[in-house]
């Protein structure tokens, strides 16, 4: 099992930034991929990106590339999603997910943490 525990959401103007946490634990997570996905009102759930724990490259949406950077901190266990630029647009409940390396579907989600951008 994991848990996954999100932080660090709030209310900025646009144009501002926020740094989002994921704090994980509960099993060894170096064969594990960590995605950030959010969800607006009345929208599905979108995915925004996703790094290997141990390393490697980075993905993100095209809505978010160049704006957001996610990291890890192997030593905190803890998953980062910075956000800079804001735009009202990116208002949303932003989720931490994990899954294993060779699987399709993420397994393993978090509570979620408000981001809200004024205009």
């Known amino acids: 099992q994991v848990q996954l525990v999100e932080s660090g959401g709030g209310l900025v103007q646009a144009g501002g930034s926020l740094r989002l946490s994921c704090a994980a634990s509960?099993?060894?997570?170096?064969?594990?991929?960590m995605g950030w996905f959010r969800q607006a009102p009345g929208k599905e759930r979108e995915f925004v990106g996703s790094i290997s724990w141990s390393g490697g490259p980075s993905y993100y949406a095209n809505s978010v590339k160049g704006r957001f950077t996610i990291s890890i901190d192997n030593v905190k266990n803890t998953v980062y999603l910075q956000m800079n630029s804001l735009k009202p647009e990116d208002t949303a409940v932003y989720y931490c997910?994990?899954?294993?390396?060779?699987?399709?579907?993420?397994?393993?989600w978090g509570q979620g943490t408000q981001v809200t951008v004024s205009s």
């Open positions: 997910a994990a899954r294993g390396v060779i699987m399709a579907s993420y397994d393993y």
């Open positions: 509960g099993r060894t997570l170096s064969s594990f991929i």
